[in-house]
């Protein structure tokens, strides 16, 4: 079911949102800190993938002025197997307006309002990227871990249900 922020509307990912997709894995300030951008194939590949996981949720972030999709955040099994994580891709030409916070911080209390079983939900960061860390800071995240993963000094931030 969508859900509305002061700016954005979130509705569950689908098939049509591949150019969005497509889009951000193939920037390279996206996927400055996720390995590199991906190639066509690897992006349907990924993509198909993605829809059919039953273990993610996908969300699409569209503006409400003007219904251009900006965004993808996703709920799925962290690393470890225990918590749930966020992850979210922004296109860069709209960041530096809150709006990666304002769809983040949403999108993690609409998943707490639909998953009473969760105690906590994590986000998992290069502790290079700054943007996202402090972004992260900004919408009552904490830092909870510092570890290598991925050959990258990794910094893992947890939000715990209010």
Same mark, same amino acid.
């Given at each position: 079911?969508?859900?509305?922020?002061?700016?954005?509307?979130?509705?569950?990912? @689908?098939?049509?949102?591949?150019?969005?997709?497509?889009?951000?894995?193939?920037?390279?300030?996206?996927? #400055?800190?996720?390995? &590199? @951008?991906?190639?066509?194939?690897?992006?349907?590949?990924?993509? %198909?993938?993605?829809?059919?996981?039953?273990?993610?949720?996908?969300?699409?972030? @569209?503006?409400?002025?003007?219904?251009?999709? $900006?965004? +993808?955040?996703?709920?799925?099994? =962290? =690393?470890? &197997?225990?918590?749930? /994580?966020?992850?979210?891709?922004?296109?860069? /030409?709209?960041? &530096?307006? &809150?709006?990666?916070?304002? $769809?983040?911080?949403?999108? +993690?209390?609409? !998943?707490?309002? $639909?998953?009473? /079983?969760?105690?906590? +939900?994590?986000?998992?960061?290069?502790? %290079?990227?700054?943007?996202? !860390?402090?972004?992260?800071?900004? +919408?009552?995240?904490?830092?909870?871990?510092?570890? *290598?993963?991925?050959?990258?000094? #990794?910094? *893992?931030? %947890?939000?715990?249900? $209010?």
């Amino acid at each position: 079911m969508p859900f509305q922020t002061n700016r954005c509307r979130l509705a569950m990912l @689908t098939q049509n949102d591949f150019a969005l997709f497509a889009a951000l894995n193939r920037d390279a300030e996206v996927r #400055q800190f996720l390995g &590199g @951008t991906h190639g066509l194939d690897s992006m349907k590949r990924d993509f %198909a993938a993605l829809l059919a996981d039953s273990a993610v949720a996908a969300y699409v972030a @569209t503006l409400l002025e003007n219904q251009d999709p $900006i965004a +993808i955040v996703l709920f799925g099994p =962290h =690393h470890d &197997g225990r918590d749930t /994580e966020v992850s979210y891709l922004l296109l860069p /030409e709209y960041r &530096g307006r &809150g709006l990666a916070a304002e $769809i983040v911080a949403a999108a +993690i209390a609409r !998943c707490f309002e $639909i998953h009473p /079983e969760l105690d906590r +939900i994590v986000a998992e960061t290069q502790a %290079a990227n700054q943007r996202s !860390c402090a972004m992260l800071l900004r +919408i009552g995240m904490t830092p909870v871990q510092r570890l *290598i993963r991925f050959g990258a000094d #990794q910094v *893992i931030y %947890a939000k715990s249900r $209010i």
